[in-house]
C-alpha cells in the first residue's frame, strides 16, 4: 500500500501472538513465544540482555528479515495493522546502529528522497516531504548545519547522518518508526541531537516508536512504556517472551538489580569500579610529543609537487609517563584519534615530533612511527574504536598467541589474561562471532599480550554495556598500579574519573572548511 | 576520494548536458580513434578536446593533477614506441642499438597523442558529470534495470569508504605486530591478511546497507524518479560536437593522406 497521499501519519498498531523467528543456518530461535501488543501512538523502548533478539524483533517489523526461500523458520504471527510487515512497504522504517550505512545517496537531499521514491510518491510530492523532513530533523536550522539539498553526506558528522537517516525515514510517513541503537557511535553531544530530534518528530506525527538501546537514561522520558524481554529467549520452549512490561518508572524500580545485572545502563547507575591505589607523584617518562601537527592523509603529489596535508590539528605537546593515565577530550572532529594514533607511532607527524624515552625505546631510536611492527607492539600497545579491525587470525586463542608467538615471549601470560577477561570459555570460538563486550575485551587483551609499556585506547567505552565498562575500567586501573602508561581517547566522563591522571583538552580542529574542499577537490 | 566524485562547486556548461548524450559522444571520438594509428586524426581530436576544456570546467592544472600517471604513461609509451619501432626514412638518432628515425617519431607520436585523444573524453566526461545523475539518466532514459542502476550507485558510495578503511585497517593491524617489512613474500602476506580484514568490513557494511535500503522500500516493482532525467537541445549540441570531432579527425587525416587502419 503505497502512501500517495500527503495526509497525516496514520500511527501504526504492533500485535505478536506466540512469535517467534529462527534464523537460517542457525540451530536454536533467536526469539521465540512472544505476545506483545502495541498501540498505535505508543512509545516503547525495549530492554533485554544481548541474545534476547531485540534486533530480529525490530528487523522483522521493518520486514526486511528474510524470504519465504531460505531455511529460517518463523512461528507465531506478528502483525502490524493486521497485515504481515513484508506486506506494506514502508508502513514502518528502520534506522540502525552504523551511521554510514545509513546513507544511500551521496547528496542530501535525494537521500531523504530514496524512500519516498521507492514508494512511488509523485515527484512533487517527494519534494515537499523532503523540505518538510530536513526541517523536522533540524538539518536546517542555522545551528544543525544549515545544510543545502545538494550538500554532501560524506562531508556529515555521525550525528548528522543519523538524523538525515530519521529525515529520510520520516519523507516515508511510516506509522511506525523503529530505531536500533540508534546513538551506539555517538559522542555525548551527538546522542542528544538524535535524540531530541526523534521527540520533535513522534511528537509532530504521532507515529509508534519502538527503540532499542541500552543507555535508559538518553530514552526514559521519551518513552511512556518500557517493554524488558526475557533473557535468553530463545533457550527454552514455554517461557514467555516478555519478562516485564509497564510505565518506566515501574518497571525500572521492580527489575533495577536484575538490569543491572544484565548490564543495561539504568539511570543513575554507575558501575562499582576498583579504585587506583598508588598513583605516582613523580613517575618516569615515556613518551613526548613536542608541538605536534597532526593529519590522517599522507603528503599528496600534484604532478612532479609533494604537497604535505593540512593538519586536523596542531601545536598539540602532551607527556606520557609511567603509572599515569592521560585522557584526550574534544569535540568531534577535532583529531583527537589522529592524535592517539600520531602518538602511538602508526601516523607520521605532519609537523612537530613524538619521542620516545630510553626507557621505552630500549634502544631503537626515538620515533615510534619508524620502529618496526614487532618493536612497537613490545612497546606502545594500540586498542581500536572498532574490535575487528584488529583481528588477524580465526580463533580466540590464537588471536592472543599471536603477539608473543611474534615476540618470541610472553606466551605463559596468556592464560592470565584470557582469565581475568573472561575469555577461557571462548578459546576456541572464531573472533568475529563474539558479542559486542566479548570483542572489546578480546581486543585488549590481544595488545596487552605483548606486554606494552604504553597502552593507547580510542574510546575504548563507546557502545559497550555496564557490565563490560566496569571490568575494563577496573582493569586499566589495575593495570596503571602495576606501571603501564594508559592514553585514551574518550568522551566518557566517569570513565576518566576511574583512571584519574591528567587531561588533554584539544580545541575545536584548525583546519578550516576551505582546506577540507581544497582536500576533496583534488 | 569520496569528494572527488562530486562536482559542487562545478558551473561549467557541460555539468547540465544528459550523461547519456554525452557518454554518446565520447564513445563516437574513441571508436574512430581506434581505428587508426596516424598523427594528424589523433592531434586534431586532442586540439578540439582540448578546445572543450572550459565548458566543462576542466583547466589544465586540473587535467594535470587527476591525470599525470596517465599522461607519463602515454609519453613514455610514444617514446619506446619511436625507438623500438622498425626504421624508416632518415635516421634522426643512432645509439647503438637505439635508433630514432622519421618513420618511428611519427608512429611513436601517433601513439603518444592517440593515448592522449582517447584518455581525454573519458575524463572531460568524468570532470562535468556526477555519477548520481548519470545513474538517474541511464535507468529513465537507458531503461537500465533500476535495481541494478541505484545498487551500483550506492555500492560506489562504499567503495570511497573502503579506501578510509583499508588505511585504518592498516594501522590496527600494524598495531598487531603485523608490518610490511621483511621479504616479499611476508609483505604478500602481510597484504592478503589486510585484504581479507578489508573483505569482511566491506561484506558487513554492504550486507548492512542492503537492509537501509530494503527498509526504506527499495526493490519494490513501481518507483518514482526524484529528479527527471531530461534531454534539452544542449546534448544535441553535445552528440554533434562529438560527431563534428570524430568526422573532422577522420577527413583531416585522410586529406593529410595518412589515415591507416589499425588492421592494415
Known amino acids: 500500500m503505497p502512501a500517495t497521499n500527503s495526509g497525516a501519519v496514520r500511527p501504526a498498531a504492533i500485535s505478536a501472538e506466540g512469535w517467534g523467528w529462527r534464523h537460517a543456518g542457525r540451530a536454536k530461535p533467536a526469539i521465540q513465544g512472544l505476545d506483545l501488543r502495541i498501540e498505535p501512538g505508543e512509545r516503547v523502548l525495549l530492554l533485554g540482555p544481548s541474545g534476547a533478539g531485540k534486533s530480529t524483533l525490530l528487523h522483522a517489523l521493518a520486514g526486511v528479515l528474510g524470504d519465504e526461500e531460505d531455511d529460517s523458520d518463523e512461528t507465531g504471527s506478528l502483525l502490524i495493522d493486521g497485515v504481515t510487515p513484508r506486506e506494506q512497504r514502508g508502513r514502518a522504517g528502520l534506522m540502525q546502529q552504523d551511521p554510514e550505512t545509513q546513507v544511500v545517496l551521496s547528496r542530501v537531499g535525494d537521500d531523504v528522497a530514496f524512500g519516498a521514491e521507492n514508494l512511488a510518491v509523485p515527484r512533487d510530492e517527494i519534494w515537499s516531504r523532503v523540505h518538510e523532513a530536513l526541517d523536522d530533523v533540524g538539518l536546517r536550522t542555522a545551528a544543525g548545519g544549515g545544510l543545502a539539498l545538494d550538500h554532501p553526506t560524506a562531508a556529515l558528522s555521525g550525528g548528522q547522518k543519523q538524523r538525515l537517516a530519521l529525515a529520510g525515514i520520516l519523507a516515508m510517513r511510516p506509522g511506525l518508526i523503529l530505531l536500533d541503537e540508534p546513538t551506539a557511535n555517538l559522542d555525548p553531544a551527538g546522542v542528544l541531537e538524535v535524540r531530541d530530534a526523534v521527540k520533535r518528530c513522534v511528537d509532530k506525527t504521532g507515529a509508534t516508536l519502538v527503540v532499542v538501546e541500552h543507555r535508559v537514561s538518553v530514552w526514559k522520558d521519551l518513552v511512556d512504556r518500557i517493554v524488558v524481554l526475557q533473557p535468553g529467549t530463545g533457550s527454552e520452549a514455554g517461557t514467555p517472551g516478555v519478562l516485564l512490561d509497564g510505565p518506566p518508572d515501574h518497571v525500572l524500580s521492580e527489575a533495577r538489580t536484575m538490569l543491572m545485572g544484565a548490564g543495561v545502563w539504568v539511570p543513575g547507575y554507575v558501575p562499582a569500579t576498583r579504585a587506583r591505589r598508588n598513583e605516582p607523584r613523580t613517575a618516569q617518562l615515556l613518551l613526548a610529543a613536542q608541538d605536534l601537527s597532526v593529519s590522517r592523509e599522507k603528503p599528496r603529489r600534484k604532478g612532479f609537487r609533494t604537497i604535505p596535508p593540512v593538519p586536523v590539528q596542531s601545536g598539540i605537546s602532551a607527556q606520557v609517563r609511567a603509572g599515569q593515565a592521560l585522557t584526550i577530550t574534544g569535540p568531534n572532529g577535532a583529531g583527537k584519534s589522529t592524535f592517539a594514533l600520531t602518538l602511538a607511532g602508526l601516523l607520521a607527524p605532519v609537523d612537530g615530533t613524538v619521542s620516545a624515552a630510553v626507557e621505552l625505546s630500549e634502544g631503537v631510536g626515538m620515533d615510534p612511527f619508524k620502529w618496526k611492527a614487532e618493536q612497537l607492539i613490545s612497546r606502545i600497545g594500540t586498542v581500536f574504536q572498532e574490535p575487528e579491525h584488529q583481528f588477524v587470525t580465526g580463533k580466540v586463542l590464537d588471536e592472543l598467541m599471536f603477539g608473543p608467538r611474534h615476540l618470541g615471549h610472553g606466551e605463559e601470560r596468556v592464560d592470565e589474561l584470557l582469565e581475568r577477561l573472561r575469555l577461557t570459555h571462548l578459546v576456541d570460538a572464531n573472533p568475529y562471532t563474539l558479542s559486542g563486550g566479548e570483542k572489546r575485551r578480546l581486543s585488549v587483551a590481544t595488545v596487552l599480550a605483548a606486554h606494552p609499556k604504553v597502552l593507547v585506547l580510542d574510546e575504548p567505552t563507546f557502545g559497550q554495556d555496564a557490565n563490560t565498562w566496569a571490568e575494563l575500567a577496573s582493569f586499566l586501573s589495575e593495570l596503571l598500579d602495576a606501571g603501564t602508561a594508559v592514553v585514551s581517547v574518550t568522551h566518557d566522563q566517569e570513565f576518566s574519573a576511574v583512571l584519574g591522571g591528567t587531561e588533554l583538552q584539544l580545541g575545536p580542529s584548525t583546519r578550516t572548511e576551505n582546506d577540507r574542499q581544497e582536500a576533496g577537490a583534488a | ?264
Open chain 2, 1 to 264: 576520494m569520496r569528494d572527488a566524485l562530486n562536482l559542487r562547486g562545478n558551473q561549467a556548461l557541460l555539468t547540465r548536458a544528459n550523461p547519456l548524450a554525452k557518454f554518446g559522444s565520447v564513445f563516437l571520438i574513441s571508436l574512430v580513434l581506434a581505428l587508426s594509428i596516424d598523427w594528424v586524426s589523433a592531434s586534431t581530436a586532442l586540439v578540439a578536446e582540448l578546445a572543450l576544456f572550459p565548458l566543462a570546467g576542466l583547466t589544465l592544472r586540473l587535467l594535470w593533477q587527476r591525470a599525470w600517471p596517465l599522461i607519463i604513461a602515454a609519453a613514455i609509451g610514444g617514446w619506446s614506441t619511436a625507438i623500438v619501432a622498425a626504421d624508416s626514412g632518415a635516421v634522426l638518432l643512432d645509439v647503438g642499438l637505439w635508433s630514432i628515425s622519421e618513420g618511428s617519431l611519427e608512429l611513436g607520436l601517433g601513439f603518444m597523442l592517440r593515448g592522449l585523444a582517447i584518455a581525454l573524453p573519458a575524463i572531460l566526461l568524468m570532470t562535468c558529470t556526477d555519477p548520481t545523475d548519470l545513474a538517474d539518466a541511464l535507468a529513465q532514459k537507458a531503461k537500465l534495470p533500476h535495481r541494478f542502476v541505484l545498487g551500483s550507485l550506492a555500492a560506489m558510495r562504499l567503495v570511497g569508504l573502503m579506501a578510509e578503511e583499508w588505511q585504518t585497517i592498516g594501522m590496527a593491524r600494524r598495531a598487531r605486530g603485523v608490518g610490511s617489512q621483511g621479504s616479499p613474500f611476508q609483505r604478500l602476506k602481510a597484504t592478503l591478511g589486510q585484504s581479507f580484514g578489508l573483505l569482511v568490513q566491506a561484506v558487513r557494511r554492504a550486507s548492512r546497507l542492503a537492509v537501509t535500503m530494503e527498509a526504506r522500500g527499495f526493490g519494490g516493482g513501481q518507483r518514482t524518479w526524484a529528479r527527471e532525467s531530461t534531454y534539452s537541445l544542449l546534448d544535441v549540441w553535445v552528440v554533434l560536437g562529438g560527431l563534428v570531432i570524430a568526422a573532422g579527425a577522420v577527413l583531416a587525416a585522410v586529406g593529410a593522406g595518412t589515415w591507416s587502419f589499425v588492421w592494415r
